[in-house]
């Protein structure tokens, strides 16, 4: 709550997806060389948004296959905790992609968004709103497990404005 009388700080509304990268590499980089944006990795060339590496790369020219791949989606809550249906929509068209076209066998989508402050909400019914929108015959043998799951506080660009819920989610495509 460093920001809370800044409205120049970091708010809901100025984390952007690069932002939130920067803060995973600062995190990870000690652990794991990471890729971002690599198109390596499905098999259309699509852009995955991250990929770690436990095993250090010698040579950029090597073609090696990531231990970890993730796709990142934004997914606000509402008041009740559940998904609203275009973080719904967003989910499932990254989770077909990474069932489909991902090459790296450890695949995760990790989920970040707000909610009012005082919103609870519960994994199981997350998945099971999530399980509700896929077509069974896409997601057919895979499985998707909750792996973790955090929020903390923060404060939308008014400085007046409520506290608001940051939530990070990450799922395991099986």
């Not at 939130?20 to 098999?43: D, T, V």
């Not at 010698?58 to 934004?74: G, L």
């Not at 015959?137 to 973790?148: A, E, H, N, T």
């Amino acid at each position: 709550t460093f920001y809370k009388y800044d409205n120049k700080g970091i708010n809901v509304y100025s984390i952007t997806e690069p932002i939130l990268k920067f803060y995973i590499f600062s995190s990870l980089c000690s652990k794991y060389q990471i890729w971002p944006e690599g198109n390596a990795f499905y098999k259309d060339k699509q852009l995955l948004d991250l990929a770690l590496f436990s095993t250090k790369i010698e040579n950029i020219d090597e073609e090696i296959e990531p231990d970890i791949a993730i796709e990142m989606k934004w997914a606000d809550l509402t008041k009740e905790g559940r998904f609203y249906q275009w973080s719904i929509d967003n989910s499932v068209d990254d989770l077909y992609k990474l069932k489909k076209d991902c090459t790296v066998e450890n695949k995760y989508l990790m989920q970040f968004g707000r909610c009012d402050i005082n919103v609870e909400w519960n994994p199981d019914e997350l998945l099971e709103q999530l399980m509700d929108n896929f077509d069974k015959r896409k997601i057919r043998g895979k499985q998707i497990r909750y792996i973790f799951g955090d929020s903390f506080n923060t404060y939308n660009d008014d400085i007046n404005a409520e506290q608001r819920k940051f939530n990070i989610l990450l799922w395991k495509i099986e």
